[in-house]
């Protein structure tokens, strides 16, 4: 089994800033994309950022240039810089890693943390 342990969420007033962080233990063959996920009250869950092994970031728009995803492959964790938060990006973030467990067999499968409360509130 692979899991996933989030840390660094908070309080923050608004325009402030917070660092999550995320590191996968267990049985890690490999990790390919390593993702941020947010569920916002009353909406569905949604994606933040991502990181692919070989270094591919994306971001979902709402981001805006505010956040920045970072990722360590040796030691498979994967950080989220939130700077100039909003009220509206309260919510519980989770991350999310997509793993090959085994060195035998090439599927790969989807792990989630625990999810870590983020609320901007002043």
């Known amino acids: 089994q692979v899991q996933l342990v989030e840390s660094g969420g908070g309080l923050v007033q608004p325009g402030g800033s917070l660092r999550l962080s995320c590191a996968a233990s267990g049985s890690i063959f490999s990790i390919d994309t390593m993702r941020w996920f947010r569920q916002v009250p009353g909406k569905e869950r949604e994606l933040v950022a991502g990181?692919?092994?070989?270094?591919?970031?994306s971001y979902a728009e709402f981001v805006a240039g505010r956040f920045s995803i970072s990722r360590d492959n040796a030691k498979n964790t994967v950080d989220l810089q939130m700077n100039s938060l909003k009220p509206e990006d309260t919510g519980v973030y989770y991350c999310?890693?997509?793993?090959?467990?085994?060195?035998?067999?090439?599927?790969?499968?989807?792990?989630w943390g625990q999810g870590t409360q983020v609320t901007v509130s002043s």
């Open positions: 999310n890693a997509r793993v090959r467990t085994s060195r035998t067999y090439l599927a790969m499968y989807d792990f």
């Open positions: 990181h692919t092994t070989a270094g591919i970031i």
